[in-house]
């Protein structure tokens, strides 16, 4: 709870009070939900990028979450991922992958109406667990691949 | 800035495919030029597409998507002939808009 609440501060005293009620859900904009989420993004462990997204706890695994992944990817500069999340009210889909310098690659967002499956293309630096985190409205659930990179792709 | 997104909309049993590809080097900061310094960072950080003035989808992005980024996502509603808009704003704050029209 404590970290929580200096959670709270710091973004108060770093974004004003738009930041403080963003980061409460308060205010739902779309200019609020436009900003880039710095500190997921600079994130270097799963847990803190997590905890940037807003992820209190451990997401649970689901098997409505259809993640399509190569196993091995021969060149870590440009591995595809496909993700579609069956989960009813799903809002985003976010892409981590453990390994990488840092651990967010993405965060998709799927307003009313425009279906919550995203297809890409991401960096790998080296062989790691990848996950797929679907944000709905009734929490976060998680799905993961292990992708083995025989070129890295972080210095490309 | 920068040079246009390759963008094609097409629509199918009421759901538009938009597959973009958009021009950009996605420098992760971690990469060193041919001189053995270190190229500075340099990425998109969000990308947006707007139907009409609604939103349709929305992307943030850090140094791990790949370069010249590709999407492909869905949404229900479109028109052929109209037009959906996207646009990418960088890091270092250039940003692009580019449209193409659902056929």
Redesign the interface.
């Known amino acids: 709870m404590d970290s929580q609440r200096r959670t709270l501060l710091k973004a108060s005293g770093s974004l004003g009070l738009m930041g403080l009620l963003a980061s409460l859900g308060l205010f739902a904009s779309?200019q609020a939900?436009?900003e880039?989420?710095k500190a997921a993004?600079e994130a270097q462990n799963l847990d803190s990028a997590l905890s940037a997204l807003g992820v209190t706890s451990r997401p649970a695994d689901s098997r409505d979450i259809q993640f399509n992944a190569p196993e091995v990817a021969e060149n870590g500069?440009?591995?595809p991922m496909a993700v579609m999340s069956h989960i009813p009210q799903t809002r985003s889909i976010a892409i981590l992958?453990e390994k990488?310098?840092?651990t967010?690659?993405?965060?998709?967002?799927?307003?009313e109406?425009?279906?919550p499956?995203?297809?890409?293309?991401?960096?790998?630096d080296q062989t790691s667990r990848v996950h797929a985190l679907v944000g709905t409205d009734g929490g976060f659930f998680v799905a993961s691949r292990d992708i083995t990179v025989i070129v890295g792709?972080?210095?490309? | 800035m920068g040079n246009p997104m390759k963008i094609r909309a097409i629509l199918k049993n009421g759901l538009t495919e938009v597959r973009v590809l958009v021009s950009h080097a996605m420098e992760t900061g971690l990469r060193k030029g041919d001189d053995g310094a270190i190229v500075p960072a340099w990425f998109i950080t969000e990308l947006t597409a707007h139907y009409h003035d609604r939103l349709i989808f929305q992307a943030e992005f850090g140094t791990a998507v790949s370069k010249d980024p590709y999407l492909v996502f869905r949404f229900r509603g479109g028109d052929t002939g109209e037009k959906v808009v996207l646009r990418w704003r960088d890091s270092r704050g250039d940003t692009r808009s580019d449209e193409a029209a659902i056929s």
């Open positions: 779309e939900k436009a880039w989420n993004f500069a440009l591995v992958i990488n310098p840092t967010l690659a993405a965060k998709f967002t799927f307003p109406g425009t279906e499956s995203i297809n890409t293309r991401l960096k790998m792709g972080c210095g490309a």
